[in-house]
């Protein structure tokens, strides 16, 4: 999240939106969000793990893996970084470029 904060501006050409889901609960997700990371962009709690199997990221153990998904304006996913990859915002912003250039 901090490496998304530190790039946020990149974001912006790029008329995009960018959010965080955790599934941790919303009052862990506002500590972290206000106090320890200082983010300008909202983190939504997916406690219910909801999301997290719906996208397939959703380990049998109940954890969702780390991943960044470009979603166009249709609902289609357009690109998909996971693991350690999906900390670095480069590919995203990248992807949206290409989104947005079609």
Known sequence: MTAYQA????????????FG???????TLKHWAEE???LSFPLLSDFQ??????????????????TTFVIDTNGK??????GAPAIDP??????CSRVRKK
Not at 7 to 18: D, L, P, R, S, T
Not at 21 to 27: C, E, K, L, Q, V
Not at 58 to 65: E, F, H, T
């Open 90 to 95: 480069n590919g995203a912003v990248t992807a």
């Open 36 to 38: 320890h990371l200082k």
């Open 21 to 27: 889901i955790s599934t941790d609960n919303t009052p």
């Open 49 to 66: 793990r909801k999301v997290a199997e719906a996208y397939g990221v959703l380990s049998p153990n109940g954890v969702a893996s780390r």
């Open 7 to 18: 790039g946020i501006a990149k974001f912006e050409g790029e008329e995009a939106q960018v």
């Open 77 to 82: 996913i357009q690109h998909i970084e996971a």
